[in-house]
C-alpha cells in the first residue's frame, strides 16, 4: 500500500442540480439535518413556489434536497475536492468545462423539455461538448431515449411488459391501434421518452379508442415534440403489488424501496416501503443486475472503466391474464419484469430510509471523481485513489479495474407541478 502526497491542485467537481421532491430536512429523515444549517440560500428551494429563484427577503427557510445534501457533505468532508454547485440556471458549456468533473445529480436534458426550446438546445450542446460529464452523454442518452436500452434488455432476455415502440416520424393513430389489436391487447398504457413525473402517461381500453379513434389523434397532437412513445400492454400487477426500485453503485446494489405510485392509489397518494417482501428484493437483485449489464461502458480519459455511481432499477410484478398472443406469463404465478431505469437525476427516497444514506451517496460521488482523474493514469496503472476515513485522504491500493458492463428532478416545472407527485 502506498501514501502519496496530497496534489497541492483540488479536484474541481461541479453538481448540476435541481430537485425540489427529494427533502432531506424532513422529520422522517435519520440522518444528521445539523450539516446543512449552514447551506447557503440560493441552494434551498422554496416551499411556496419549489423553485430556487425566490425571493431570500420575504422567504428565509427553504429547503435542501438531496441533490444538495450530496455535494455539501462532499464540501464539509473531502479536503481534496472544491465542490461547485451549479444552479439550472447557470448550466452552460463554460461552466462545465470550468470543472474537472460533473456530476448530474438534479437536473438534465429532459427538464429542459418542461421549459422551452432554447433551454433545450442550451443545455443539450453543454451537455454534448463539455467532456467532462458524467455520466457521459451515452449513457445519458439511451436513457432519456427508453426504447433504446429496452431494445438491448429485450435482446439480452430481460423481461418486460409487451411493448410498442412508436416513433414520431412514422406515428400514426390508426397503425397503432391496428398493431395492438393484432397483439391481441385489451387494455395499453403510453408514456413519452424525454419525459418524467407521469407527464404523457395515458390508460386506456382498445376498445375505447376502437369507438372514438380521436384520443389517440388527441394524444399525439398534445405531445406531438416527444420523438418516441412507449406504448405498452396494461399490467395490472401495479395495483395488486410493490414496484421495487433498486439502487445500484458499481455494480452493487445498495438498498431498494417498493412503492405503490399515486396514479394508482385509490387516494392518489404514494405508498412507500423501505423493506419489501424478500422476493420482491430477490426481484429487483436479479433483473435489475441483468439490465445493468445492458448499459454502455464509459471509460475515463486514461481508458479506465468507470461504472456509474448510480442506476435505479424499477421492477414490476404481474399476477393477472396477459393478452399479448407472444407472451405465456402464468396468471396464477409472480412474473417480475422491468419497467424502467433511471440514473443520478433519480429520487433516492432519502427521506424515507431507516438509515443515512447521504455520507454513502456523497463518498461514492467522490470516489467516482477520483477513479476519473486518476485510475488507469499513467505510472499508476493497476492503482486507485480511494477516500480515507470520511474522505479526507488519498489512499493508493492495488485493485484492477472493473471489466463489468454495468456502467431524474426540476427547478421550473410549469406543466408538471400537478403531476409530480406521480413521479419517484
Known amino acids: 500500500m502506498i501514501m ?3 496534489p497541492a491542485t483540488k479536484i474541481r467537481v461541479g453538481f448540476v442540480i435541481g430537485k425540489d421532491n427529494d427533502l432531506v430536512e424532513d422529520p422522517k429523515y435519520v440522518g444528521n439535518k445539523s450539516l446543512y444549517k449552514d447551506v447557503p440560500a440560493q441552494y434551498r428551494v422554496s416551499p411556496v413556489t419549489s423553485d430556487y429563484l425566490w425571493d431570500y427577503e420575504s422567504q428565509k427557510d427553504g429547503f435542501v434536497h438531496v441533490d444538495v445534501a450530496i455535494p455539501w457533505y462532499i464540501h464539509k468532508k473531502c479536503k481534496d475536492m472544491k465542490v461547485d454547485i451549479i444552479l439550472p440556471n447557470d448550466l452552460s458549456l463554460e461552466r462545465l468545462k470550468s470543472n474537472d468533473v460533473n456530476f448530474i445529480i438534479g437536473y438534465d436534458l429532459i427538464n429542459c423539455y418542461f421549459e422551452n426550446d432554447e433551454r433545450i438546445k442550451k443545455v443539450g450542446h453543454a451537455l454534448k461538448n463539455c467532456g467532462n460529464i458524467w455520466p457521459t452523454w451515452e449513457f445519458q442518452e439511451e436513457i432519456y431515449m427508453k426504447s433504446l436500452y429496452m431494445n438491448k434488455c429485450k435482446k439480452a432476455g430481460v423481461p418486460m411488459a409487451p411493448t410498442i415502440v412508436c416513433k414520431k416520424s412514422s406515428r400514426s393513430p390508426k397503425k397503432l391501434l391496428d398493431q395492438m389489436v393484432s397483439q391481441g391487447w385489451k387494455e395499453f398504457v403510453m408514456k413519452l421518452s424525454y419525459s418524467a413525473f407521469s407527464l404523457g402517461f395515458l390508460k386506456c381500453k382498445v376498445a375505447k379508442c376502437q369507438k372514438d379513434p380521436s384520443i389517440l389523434k388527441n394524444y399525439f397532437d398534445e405531445n406531438k415534440d416527444s420523438p418516441e412513445y ?9 395495483k395488486d403489488h410493490w414496484e421495487t426500485r433498486g439502487f445500484w453503485s458499481s455494480g452493487e446494489m445498495q438498498y431498494c424501496i417498493g412503492n405503490f405510485a399515486a ?4 387516494n392518489g397518494e404514494e405508498v412507500i416501503t423501505n423493506n419489501p ?8 437483485e436479479t433483473i435489475g443486475k441483468a439490465a445493468l449489464d445492458t448499459l454502455p461502458v464509459m471509460k475515463n480519459k486514461h481508458g479506465a472503466v468507470i461504472p456509474p455511481v448510480i442506476v435505479r432499477t424499477d421492477i414490476g410484478c404481474s399476477s393477472s391474464k396477459i393478452h399479448d398472443k407472444n407472451y405465456d406469463w402464468d396468471p396464477k404465478k409472480k412474473t417480475f419484469f422491468l419497467n424502467e431505469i433511471e440514473y443520478g437525476g ?7 430510509l431507516d438509515f443515512d444514506c447521504i455520507p454513502m451517496w456523497a463518498q461514492k460521488y467522490a470516489q467516482m471523481a477520483r477513479d476519473i482523474m486518476f485510475l488507469g493514469a499513467p505510472g499508476k496503472s493497476g492503482t486507485r485513489p ?10 493508493i491500493t492495488k485493485k484492477k479495474a472493473t471489466k463489468s458492463k454495468a456502467v431524474k428532478a426540476t427547478t421550473k416545472k410549469t406543466k408538471a407541478k400537478t403531476a409530480k407527485k406521480a413521479k419517484s
Open 386 to 395: 480511494v477516500a480515507g476515513k470520511a474522505g479526507t485522504k488519498t489512499v
Open 4 to 6: 502519496p502526497v496530497m
Open 346 to 352: 433519480t429520487n433516492y427516497f432519502t427521506r424515507h
Open 230 to 238: 412507449i406504448v405498452q400492454e396494461a399490467i395490472k400487477g401495479f
Open 277 to 284: 417482501p424478500a422476493e420482491f428484493r430477490k426481484a429487483v
Open 263 to 266: 396514479v394508482v392509489t385509490e
